[in-house]
């Protein structure tokens, strides 16, 4: 994981460090059309940003099992209870943002947005953004924090067969609401401008993700028995966006 890390920083600076070259050496035909390009950048004004990120961290998953004779299955006292095989594995979760906002100078802007990240359920982030540029008309080096709150399943789902990843582990005839949580996601990156209106940026990051799940099973006498588990995701986020201006 940590080398996995390290190598994709590499390749972001290394690139941005080789393209900083390449524009440092063109002859003066070429720096003439890249002034005209990004030679004439308001300092201030709406922005809008399309970002595509790969999560990546480890998760836990409980091997599917079917139930022997003992498991009882009309009450949370859980007779003859078989505990499956619980691994630990690597996953990469693919996340698609839109945000949008203003920016006050050369440095600073702020803004919102939204997205929608593949996990074992999706979850549909609205969060709030703060980011620094270092530098506005050429490579330059960024910071920006995202946090917000990220929205699961509205409503509960029936099973008739439920396998989760946690205790109990099986369910049968029981529904499942999985709520979202607080999410915080820090990160530095490196912008490219392309042209006057737009940047290319690519970007390292930190995800702090909560997560809420709810397992319901309906009994006589309007009792029910229920589960409730809560999940905090720690997680490495790679990736490339391009930012309208």
Request: charged share 20%; net charge positive.
């Amino acid at each position: 994981m940590k080398k996995i890390s390290i190598t994709i920083l590499a390749i972001i600076l290394a690139a941005a460090g080789f393209a900083q070259i390449t524009g440092e050496n063109k002859p003066d035909t070429m720096g003439k059309e890249t002034l005209t390009l990004i030679g004439k950048r308001k300092s201030s004004g709406f922005y809008g940003t399309m970002q595509i990120n790969l999560l990546m961290g480890n998760h836990q998953y409980a091997e599917r099992f079917v139930p022997y004779k003992g498991y009882s299955l009309s009450s949370s006292m859980l007779p003859g209870y078989i505990v499956p095989s619980v691994n630990t594995r690597f996953s990469v979760s693919p996340s698609f943002m839109l945000s949008g906002g203003f920016r006050f100078n050369k440095h600073w802007a702020a803004g919102a947005g939204a997205g929608i990240e593949i996990f074992d359920h999706n979850l549909y982030p609205l969060f709030a953004e703060l980011k620094y540029t270092f530098w506005d008309n050429r490579i330059s080096p960024y910071v920006a924090l995202k946090g917000g709150y990220a929205f699961k399943d509205f409503k509960a789902k029936y099973h008739e067969e439920l396998w989760l990843n946690w205790q109990p582990y099986y369910l049968s005839d029981a529904t499942l609401r999985n709520f979202g949580g607080m999410m915080l996601h820090p990160e530095i990156g490196v912008k490219v401008p392309l042209y006057d209106y737009c940047d290319l940026l690519f970007s390292a990051a930190y995800r702090y993700q909560e997560k809420k799940s709810v397992a319901r099973r309906e009994l006589p006498s309007n009792q029910y028995d229920e589960w409730e588990h809560i999940e905090k995701l720690n997680k490495l986020s790679f990736g490339v966006a391009i930012m309208f201006r």
